[in-house]
């Protein structure tokens, strides 16, 4: 689930009627937002170096002499097909 798609679920619930905005379930906003986004070491894929085009990862590998990890899909990559 995409980090806004949570924000809005929050948001939702933060606008239910019955529901206090500044606590809910016990906990604070704080509490709720530092659950719902992702921790550091689940964003560490944001490092690694993507490359663009195939043939230019192709040609740094083969200088590095390096494995080159190639992504390949069918679909829409949210899966709305």
């Known amino acids: ?6 924000a ?3 948001a939702s619930l933060l606008c239910a009627g019955s529901l206090r905005a500044q606590e809910i379930g016990g906990r604070s906003l704080e509490e709720w937002r530092a659950l719902i986004l992702p921790r550091p070491e689940e964003c560490s894929w ?3 170096p993507w490359r ?3 043939w230019g990862a192709v040609r740094e590998a083969q200088e590095r002499e390096r494995p ?3 992504w390949a899909m069918n679909g829409h990559p949210l899966g709305c097909t």
Do not use: C, D, H, K
């Open 8 to 10: 809005l679920s929050f």
């Open 52 to 54: 663009p085009t195939f």
């Open 68 to 70: 080159i990890l190639l």
């Open 1 to 6: 689930m995409s980090s806004n798609r949570i």
């Open 46 to 48: 944001e490092a690694i």
